[in-house]
């Protein structure tokens, strides 16, 4: 027995690392894809935008390994929301997630908005996706268009269909280069046999599947995939369920690529179309623990093609809901724009009003300060009144001391004459002997007694 069991742990070590191997050489061949690479960093040059693509959690499975490509390219593109016909306006360069959502008769989700998009001069890259009697829509715009199969069956389609080889290439599935690490650390328990997930829509090729089948891409349907961590929840979820089976039957293709990551046993049958088929010709099959087995549908051809017919039905319904909400969204708009100018009419007004105000203010403080100018001016017209009869005074004054000293000098000249005068020296000579000490003393004496 315990011979047995390490033989079996061997065994089942060998494979993992099998597994594992193959998934890095999986991931090297598109990471090694020149011509994949170079459009990449040619429209990352450009400004282009990445509209990930709708679908169930198998469309989250080739988001994450296209945004794991991204990351590894150093690109972290602007997401495009919706899928309204005019999503892709505005835009000269996109990069469309890769589907299986190029199906005539089935699913034609994205035709009118890419076709709007080239007639407007745009430049699209298509990555990795299936396509079934499309191509001659996109002859037209061939030098708009670079297109990556991934499949040999819809490069051949598209060669078929008229596009150039030039535009169009092979690459695999980008849900191949999703990182080990987002799952590494699931617990792997095989309690339970067989865990069987077959699909309950138009694609299915069973009429009635199993009891004991679970469709668990449906459970997260219709979403757009546009980041990782949007992504990994529900993948990691379901990852961890397959770990609980030693196998996974399935005609869910990306439900294989995941349990064919993850390292668990693979029966795969195909859908309503060749996708399946093909890519497990392309790239599945390299995996050891994935098989396929061939089986006839359930429908008959009448039948496919009235649930083909239905489901073109209910994609065009869903396109004119989708086209009447964005119609009610742009009205919002509008309104919300025009309930905005209201409300900033109404701002102005209120703004306008408040200058009014102040410029009544400004004109009532110029009207006051101009009758206090004039007022000024009336004080200064008095005062020079004023200063101009001080002037005359003045003046009046001047002419009094002018005439003063005319006077003035004219005694001064009267004086002048009369000291230079004889008589006046002989009195100065007088005066002097009078005051010297002796004689002066004695003619004071006579001085007195003639005066007696």
């Known amino acids: 027995m315990r011979v047995w069991k390490n033989s079996l742990q061997k065994g089942m070590l060998e494979m993992d690392e099998n597994y594992k191997n193959i998934r890095q050489a999986v991931c090297a061949e598109i990471r090694e894809n020149s011509s994949l690479i170079e459009s990449l960093k040619s429209f990352a040059?450009?400004?282009?935008?990445?509209?990930?693509?709708?679908?169930?959690?198998?469309?989250g499975l080739i988001a994450l390994g296209t945004l794991d490509l991204f990351a590894d390219l150093g690109w972290d593109p602007k997401r495009i929301q919706g899928r309204h016909k005019e999503a892709f306006s505005g835009y000269t360069h996109i990069v469309m997630g890769g589907s299986g959502g190029w199906v005539k008769g089935m699913w034609e989700t994205y035709l009118e908005q890419t076709i709007a998009f080239l007639q407007n001069g745009g430049q699209l890259l298509i990555l990795p996706t299936s396509f079934s009697e499309f191509g001659a829509?996109?002859?037209?715009?061939?030098?708009?268009?670079?297109?990556?199969?991934?499949?040999?069956?819809?490069?051949?389609e598209l060669l078929r269909q008229g596009l150039p080889e030039s535009q169009i290439f092979v690459c695999p599935d980008l849900a191949f280069y999703t990182k080990e690490e987002h799952f590494s650390d699931l617990e792997i328990e095989s309690h339970y046999p067989v865990l069987k997930i077959f699909r309950l829509d138009e694609e299915g090729g069973r009429k009635t599947p199993p009891r004991d089948s679970v469709d668990l891409p449906l459970l997260f349907n219709d979403i757009q995939w546009s980041t990782v961590e949007q992504c990994v929840k529900p993948l990691r979820a379901v990852a961890g369920l397959m770990n609980q089976f030693e196998c996974v039957e399935t005609d869910r293709l990306h439900m294989a690529v995941l349990a064919a990551l993850i390292g668990r046993n693979?029966?795969?049958?195909?859908?309503?179309?060749?996708?399946?088929?093909?890519?497990?010709?392309?790239?599945?099959?390299?995996f050891p623990t994935v098989t396929f087995e061939d089986r006839t549908s359930d429908y008959t051809l009448a039948e496919q093609g009235e649930?083909?017919?239905v489901q073109l039905l209910r994609e065009t319904v869903k396109r004119i809901n989708l086209d009447r909400q964005s119609e009610w969204e742009q009205r919002t708009i509008v309104l919300r724009q025009n309930d905005a100018l209201l409300s900033r009419l109404e701002e102005l007004q209120g703004k306008l009003n408040e200058i009014s105000a102040e410029k009544e203010t400004e004109i009532k403080k110029r009207t006051d300060l101009i009758e206090y100018i004039r007022y000024l001016e009336h004080e200064i017209s008095y005062k020079?009144?004023?200063?101009?009869?001080?002037?005359r005074e003045i003046s009046d004054k001047d002419q009094e001391i002018s005439c003063k000293v005319s006077e003035f000098d004219q005694v001064r000249q009267e004086l002048e004459k009369i000291q230079s005068s004889r008589l006046h020296r002989v009195g100065e000579k007088y005066y002097s002997i009078f005051r010297l000490p002796m004689f002066g003393f004695v003619l004071q004496?006579?001085?007195?007694?003639?005066?007696k």
């Open 445 to 451: 004496m006579v001085r007195k007694v003639i005066v």
């Open 384 to 391: 020079n009144h004023e200063i101009s009869d001080k002037d």
């Open 266 to 286: 693979v029966k795969l049958e195909p859908s309503s179309y060749f996708k399946i088929k093909a890519i497990f010709d392309y790239t599945l099959h390299r």
């Open 45 to 59: 040059d450009n400004g282009a935008v990445f509209y990930p693509g709708y679908g169930n959690l198998g469309d």
């Open 307 to 309: 649930r083909a017919e």
């Open 137 to 156: 829509e996109f002859v037209p715009y061939a030098d708009q268009v670079t297109i990556f199969c991934r499949e040999q069956r819809s490069y051949d």
